[in-house]
């Protein structure tokens, strides 16, 4: 990874005032009505985009035209359910779209997981005046971000609240990792709300990207997943009306979906960067990697252990998929008949793919910089994204606790947590 030249550094830690806020839907987007739109639309904007994603990720090139093209396609909108207009695609199809994406650039395909999860908390918690709202909203061309974890502290109970002012609610705290906040039209936030009875319940605040006192900062500098932008969120004195609250601790004191459907996505985003490299391996080997002397051969394809590493890459990349197909069907017959056993079932499924994925992942994006050799990891090449970028995602929530929950659940009939980070 080069340092950041000095524009570079400038574009970080930006202030809100310094940055666009998101324009308006120009049209509204299609309703991608079958999976076969839905990936039809996935692959034509991956490779629209696979061109210059080393580009953008050497100049930490923010990507707001092909945002606005993403959401336009129709792809933002696929998981609204039919009752509310959309065409409510199954997991699956949201995965092998996330996965599609991810492949050609990591960060595109992150961008909008935590919309599609804000879609399903409001399923699963908001009222039928709220999702009629929202999913409209979404409809027409609206993005949202989200503002979850807690700056500084691991609990979100610590700081971000919900108070009574004024005949009002009014929103303060800080928020980091708010993948996606920088493009969206909304931002829904956690929070802790005060109750009359001076009691306090976990929400989702709806927030307009523009309203007073949001401030989305620009000041995320991974060596991965570099324009996601994933940076942070001040709330201060934001006024929030009732109609924007939706119940969230609810959502996971009783068996949801919204743990192993959050995660599903996590997982397709590994799996299309490992994708993804296992690509850019293929033709490298083919025309510029050399064999190693030992092997006695002219052509580095020819090589018996390059034969048996891409092996071996390939097959673990198909069997990620493999679980992560099954995982779907685990995620849809949870949404379709909630309960303690199948939401159980949904998230053992998930974590067993998000691991496998993880490792695959890794696995693809370390065999391409050690197959092609040195003049693979030459900057013309940026071969290093792949692994940066998979590197970085994988650490969105530790896998070792993947082995114990599935281990768990195996041998004694455990159930995992429900806190929508397994």
């Given amino acids: ?199 306090e319940a976990s929400v989702i605040v709806f927030v307009p990207r523009g309203a007073p006192g949001v401030a989305v900062e620009d000041d995320w500098d991974g060596m991965g997943q570099r324009v996601t932008g994933s940076g942070s969120v001040r709330l201060e004195g934001v006024r929030v009306e009732p109609e924007w609250i939706v119940p969230f601790q609810a959502s996971f004191d009783r068996p949801t979906p919204i743990g192993p459907f959050a995660q599903i996505m996590h997982a397709a985003i590994d799996l299309g960067i490992g994708e993804g490299a296992l690509q850019a391996t293929l033709p490298f080997l083919r025309t510029r990697a050399r064999p190693w002397i030992d092997a006695q051969v002219e052509r580095a394809t020819d090589d018996p252990l390059t ?44 974590a067993e793919a998000r691991a496998l994925a993880h490792r695959a992942g890794l696995l693809a994006a370390n065999k391409l910089l050690e197959l092609g050799g040195t003049s693979a990891t030459t900057a013309e090449h940026g071969f290093d994204r792949y692994w940066r970028n998979v590197r970085t995602h994988t650490l969105h929530d530790p896998v070792r606790w993947k082995y114990h929950a599935v281990g768990n659940y195996v041998l004694n009939g455990t159930r995992p947590p429900r806190h929508g980070a397994l």
């Fill in 1 to 199: 990874m080069t340092a950041n030249s000095p524009q570079e550094q400038h574009s970080l830690h930006q202030a809100h005032a310094a940055l666009p806020l998101p324009p308006p839907p120009a049209r509204r987007p299609p309703v991608l009505a079958t999976p076969e739109a839905a990936l039809a639309a996935a692959r034509a904007l991956a490779d629209a985009w696979a061109p210059q994603a080393l580009a953008r990720d050497r100049e930490r090139r923010l990507p707001w035209a092909e945002i606005e093209d993403y959401s336009a396609s129709g792809l933002w909108g696929i998981t609204v359910p039919p009752a509310h207009g959309g065409p409510g695609a199954d997991a699956w199809t949201l995965a092998r779209a996330i996965a599609t994406v991810s492949a050609a650039d990591g960060s595109l395909g992150h961008i909008p997981q935590n919309h599609f999860y804000a879609l399903e908390v409001l399923r699963v918690g908001g009222s039928a005046a709220q999702q009629r709202f929202f999913y409209g909203r979404v409809l027409e061309g609206e993005r949202f971000g989200n503002a979850l974890s807690e700056t500084g502290h691991r609990d979100y109970r610590r700081r971000t609240r919900l108070e009574r002012a004024d005949g009002g609610w009014v929103l303060q705290g800080r928020k980091f990792y708010c993948t996606g906040a920088l493009f969206a039209h909304w931002i829904p936030t956690q929070a802790m709300q005060q109750r009359d009875d001076g009691s």
């Fill in 307 to 350: 034969l048996h590493a891409v092996g071996d890459v390939d097959v673990r990349l198909h069997a990620a998929r493999a679980l992560l197909r099954r995982a779907a069907r685990f995620v849809d017959a949870a949404q379709q008949a909630p309960g303690e056993d199948s939401v159980a079932a949904a998230s053992v499924a998930v």
